[in-house]
């Protein structure tokens, strides 16, 4: 399983961004898949995660009702779409797949993770 995570960049507070995770592999469908962000000098922390149907969704409170998980299994492909961006949302966002079906949000459950895309907010 191989997974690409693009859509960061440069924004300034209050913008939105569109991230995408696109996984080759045929287990991606039936697995829980989470976001992941670090930023400089600290450790990686959870941000949202999604069940392998897309039926359930579990945000961290830090981005709750402002970021949104969302998947396409035609395409393999899961999504980050964050509004309201803010200067503290800066960090390197990576996408992960969980070792099961269903959502998790500690670390050690995912297996398989994307390279990770950069996003910088200005404020």
């Known amino acids: 399983v191989q997974l690409q995570a693009s859509g960061g960049g440069l924004v300034q507070a209050g913008d939105s961004l569109r991230l995408s995770c696109a996984a080759s592999g045929r287990t991606f469908s039936s697995r829980a898949v989470g976001w992941f962000r670090q930023a400089p000098g600290k450790e990686r922390e959870f941000v949202a995660a999604?069940?392998?149907?897309?039926?359930?969704?579990y945000y961290a409170d830090s981005v709750k009702g402002r970021f949104t998980i969302f998947r396409d299994n035609a395409k393999n492909t899961v999504y980050l779409r964050m509004n309201n961006l803010k200067p503290e949302d800066t960090a390197v966002y990576s996408c992960a797949q969980s070792y099961g079906s269903m959502l998790v949000t500690d670390i050690s459950e995912y297996d398989y993770w994307g390279q990770g895309t950069q996003v910088t907010v200005s404020s």
């Open positions: 999604i069940n392998w149907s897309g039926g359930s969704t």
